[in-house]
Nanobody, 120 residues
Framework: QVLLVESGGGLVQAGGSLTLSCVVS????????MGWYRQAPGKQRELVAA???????YYANSVKGRCTISRDDAKNTVYLQMNNLKPEDTAVYFC??????????????WGQGTQVTVSS
């Protein structure tokens, strides 16, 4: 069973930064494509960023230039560094592990989510 545990969310002022972390267990992490998604109240879950096992990265247009996804395969951890945060970034952020190394993520497993709130 794949288990994903996110951390690092919180309350931050607009213009601030946060780094989210997601530790993965129960899979051969280096083979998984990983992604960060978010869901704001009343909205559908959307992709924020993804990184394949080969190192290719994908970002939503709304976060390009402000977010960076990275991974440490030795620690089975994927990170999302977010800078210059805006109130519209407020959402629950979910980590996802694809079943395979490619993007889009295939039948992903999900973490429980971590709340990010950006105050204006």
């Amino acid at each position: 069973q794949v288990l994903l545990v996110e951390s690092g969310g919180g309350l931050v002022q607009a213009g601030g930064s946060l780094t989210l972390s997601c530790v993965v267990s129960g899979s051969i992490f280096s083979r998984n494509a990983m992604g960060w998604y978010r869901q704001a109240p009343g909205k559908q879950r959307e992709l924020v960023a993804a990184r394949t096992s080969g190192g290719s990265t994908y970002y939503a247009n709304s976060v390009k230039g402000r977010c960076t996804i990275s991974r440490d395969d030795a620690k089975n951890t994927v990170y999302l560094q977010m800078n210059n945060l805006k109130p519209e970034d407020t959402a629950v952020y979910f980590c996802a592990a694809g079943r395979g190394g490619s993007f889009p993520l295939v039948r992903p497993d999900w973490g429980q989510g971590t709340q990010v709130t950006v105050s204006s």
